[in-house]
C-alpha cells in the first residue's frame, strides 16, 4: 500500500512570494489533514477535510493561507503572501472514515527569506 | 484549551537502558492518546495508540500507559537500541469535535552504542 505523497520535499522562497504544497492520500481515505511543525514545536492542525468538505480549520490563518480538497482526494496547501514566520514543515496526513490512525507523509520543509 | 507538555526535551542513553518517556496533558476529556515517532526529515509514524477507557498498549518492546484522571501517560522502551533514536511525540485527540490531535514538542532520543 502507497504511503502519503507530498511534493516538493523542500521550498525555498522569499517573504510575500506565494508557494504551494501538494498531497496525495492513502487510497480509500476519506479524512485528510494538513498540520504546520515549526522547529521545535509538535506539529499543529491548520484544517481537515472529510471528503472534499472542510471539518475544522479554526487554527488555519485565513488571510492567508488556503486549501483545497477538489474530488475528494487530493489536496493544495497555499500560501499567499508568505511571511517569515510561515518557516516550517507542513504535514499532510490521512485516515480512514471510523478509524483513529493517521497516516502521515514525509512533509515539505518550506524556508521563507 | 488542552496543552501537551513532554519533559525532558532531550535525552541520551547508553545502548541496554530500559527508558521511560513521559507525557503530561491538562485536560482530561480526551478521546484517545497516541505515542509517534519522528524521524529526521520524515513524517511520523504512529507506535501505539491507547484509548480512554483503556490503561495501556503493547507493541514489542514499547509499552504505553494512559493515567486520564491524572493527565499522564508513559511509554517505557525495553533494552534500547541505536535504531531507537529519534523524536517522541504525545498527541491527544480531544473529546467531541474534530479527529484533530494536541501534540507535545516531542523529546529528542538518542541511544549511544
Known amino acids: 500500500e502507497a504511503g502519503v505523497a507530498q511534493s516538493p520535499r523542500y521550498k525555498i522562497i522569499e517573504k510575500r512570494q506565494s508557494v504551494a504544497f501538494w498531497c496525495n492520500p492513502i487510497s480509500g481515505h476519506a479524512t485528510l489533514y494538513w498540520y504546520q511543525q515549526i522547529l521545535g514545536q509538535g506539529p499543529k492542525l491548520l484544517i481537515q477535510f472529510q471528503n472534499n468538505g472542510v471539518v475544522d480549520d479554526s487554527q488555519l490563518p485565513k488571510d492567508r493561507f488556503s486549501a483545497e480538497r477538489l474530488k475528494g482526494v487530493d489536496s493544495t496547501l497555499k500560501i499567499q503572501p508568505a511571511k517569515l514566520e510561515d518557516s516550517a514543515v507542513y504535514l499532510c496526513?490521512?485516515?480512514?472514515?471510523?478509524?483513529?490512525?493517521?497516516?502521515f507523509g514525509p512533509g515539505t520543509r518550506l524556508t521563507v527569506l | 484549551k488542552q496543552e501537551v507538555t513532554q519533559i525532558p526535551a532531550a535525552l541520551s542513553v547508553p545502548e541496554g537502558e530500559n527508558l521511560v518517556l513521559n507525557c503530561s496533558f491538562t485536560d482530561s476529556a480526551i478521546y484517545n492518546l497516541q505515542w509517534f515517532r519522528q524521524d529526521p526529515g520524515k513524517g511520523l509514524t504512529s507506535l501505539l495508540l491507547?484509548?480512554?477507557?483503556?490503561r495501556e498498549q503493547t507493541s514489542g518492546r514499547l509499552n504505553a500507559s494512559l493515567d486520564k484522571s491524572s493527565g499522564r501517560s508513559t511509554l517505557y522502551i525495553a533494552a534500547s537500541q541505536p535504531g531507537d533514536s529519534a523524536t517522541y511525540l504525545c498527541?491527544?485527540?480531544?473529546?467531541?469535535?474534530?479527529?484533530?490531535?494536541?501534540f507535545g514538542k516531542g523529546m529528542k532520543l538518542t541511544v549511544n552504542p
Open positions: 491507547i484509548q480512554s477507557s483503556q
Open positions: 496526513a490521512s485516515s480512514h472514515p471510523g478509524t483513529d490512525t493517521q497516516y
Open positions: 498527541a491527544v485527540r480531544p473529546e467531541g469535535g474534530s479527529e484533530k490531535l494536541v
